[in-house]
């Protein structure tokens, strides 16, 4: 998972920027450059901005994570009972499960 520094310091190199360039870009010291990039300090909503408008990236860009990027919609059918559900990080029983079906189906009856 990318972190927000490893992505600063990712889009830093794509534009052949050292830290102190960049430092100088945005009014601070390469060492807070450093520090952001290592994950020791994280920057501010403004000083973000700053760097990602010089990075010519969205902020959306910079705060991704690549988990994020991985995440896919999938179509599953729920009458398949090879299909393994999860809530919340738990398992769903088949007895909810049947729950669910009957719901979407509209059916209160057990059928």
């Given amino acids: 998972m990318a972190t927000i520094g490893e992505r600063i310091r990712e889009y830093r190199n794509q534009k052949n920027l050292t830290q102190k360039e960049l430092g100088q870009l945005i009014h601070q010291s390469p060492q807070v450059i450093s520090n952001y990039e290592r994950g020791y300090t994280t920057p501010n909503s403004i000083?973000?901005?700053?760097?990602?408008?010089?990075?010519?990236?969205?902020?959306?860009?910079?705060?991704?994570?690549?988990?994020?990027?991985?995440?896919?919609?999938?179509?599953?059918d729920l009458n398949d009972d090879n299909l393994s559900l999860t809530y919340k990080g738990?398992?769903?029983?088949?007895?909810?499960?049947?729950?669910?079906?009957?719901?979407?189906?509209?059916?209160?009856?057990?059928?």
């Fill in 47 to 76: 000083t973000l901005k700053n760097i990602a408008d010089i990075l010519n990236v969205s902020m959306d860009n910079l705060t991704a994570t690549k988990n994020s990027d991985k995440h896919t919609i999938e179509q599953v």
């Fill in 90 to 111: 738990q398992p769903v029983s088949n007895e909810d499960l049947e729950i669910i079906r009957r719901f979407l189906r509209g059916s209160k009856s057990d059928k």
